[in-house]
């Protein structure tokens, strides 16, 4: 996808694809020693699979990191983000209801009128039809209703659902659904057992990051050896 062409949010997707021309293990060697990743998250970004890397940039960014990406052979996506997807799908959802209101109302009207004109209506159109002629008896098929739509949110790819240690069950639920929604600046932080505390519309990231820590802190358990960030902005912090 061009990112020019796309107005709303991106998100930049990487399936370890490299360029045609370009060796793979030379890419793959650029890739990590730019990202400076370790042995392990390389081969977890060059598995197949496809890897979110950053979620609602604009079209000038996800154009920059698209170029960077080609300079060293590999093959980065931006695609329309998760939020833009759900927000596609409830307005074509919304105008297949709308359409099918309007049908429902049309055929409802019909009736109506043809109860109203029905005794009129039949000095017009006889039950029998004229010597000679063939009465039409072929059935005809009821309308069919539209499609439902699906306007379910696409489901993380498998990589974004690995979760950071110590993050629990009902504090991804609200990364997901409250935290990633929300604007920026923003951060997300955890105990390890479990507390966590998050932060959105800060002044900047280094004030939302120090905001969620002290909400953190202040929901830790006894036993508890403190809080960490594990996302910034939008973007998982190791």
Same mark, same amino acid.
Not at 228 to 238: S, T
């Given at each position: 996808m061009d990112p020019a062409r796309h107005d709303g949010p991106l998100q930049l997707v990487f399936s370890g694809e490299c360029l045609d021309g370009h060796d793979p293990q030379a890419v793959r060697e650029a890739v990590a020693r730019t990202l400076k990743l370790d042995e392990a998250r390389t081969a977890r970004?060059?598995?197949g699979k496809r890897v979110v890397l &950053? &979620?609602? *940039? !604009? /079209? /000038?960014?996800a154009r920059r990191h698209v170029a960077r990406f080609a300079a060293m052979g590999a093959l980065l996506r931006a695609e329309p983000s998760q939020q833009a997807q759900a927000r596609r799908a409830g307005a074509t959802r919304w &105008?297949?209801?709308r359409w099918t209101s309007i049908g429902v109302v049309s055929v409802l009207f019909g009736v109506a009128l043809g109860l109203a004109l029905g005794p009129g209506l039949n000095t017009l159109w006889p039950d029998d039809p004229p010597r000679g002629a063939a009465a039409d008896t072929a059935p005809h098929p009821a309308p069919v209703a539209p499609a439902a739509v699906d306007a379910s949110p696409e489901k993380l790819p498998a990589a974004v659902e690995e979760s950071p240690k110590g993050m629990t069950a009902e504090a991804m639920r609200e990364y997901r659904h409250s935290y990633l929604p929300a604007p920026n600046h923003k951060a997300f932080a955890i105990s390890s057992k479990g507390a966590h505390a998050w932060i959105a519309g800060a002044a900047s990231e280094n004030n939302a990051r120090e905001r969620a820590a002290a909400g953190c802190v202040k929901a830790m358990r006894p036993g508890d050896d403190g809080c &960490?960030? *594990? !996302?910034? !902005?939008?973007?998982? *912090?190791?």
């Open positions: 970004l060059f598995s &950053r &979620r609602q *940039v !604009d /079209a /000038a960014t &105008r297949l209801l &960490r960030i *594990v !996302d910034a !902005d939008g973007e998982w *912090v190791d």
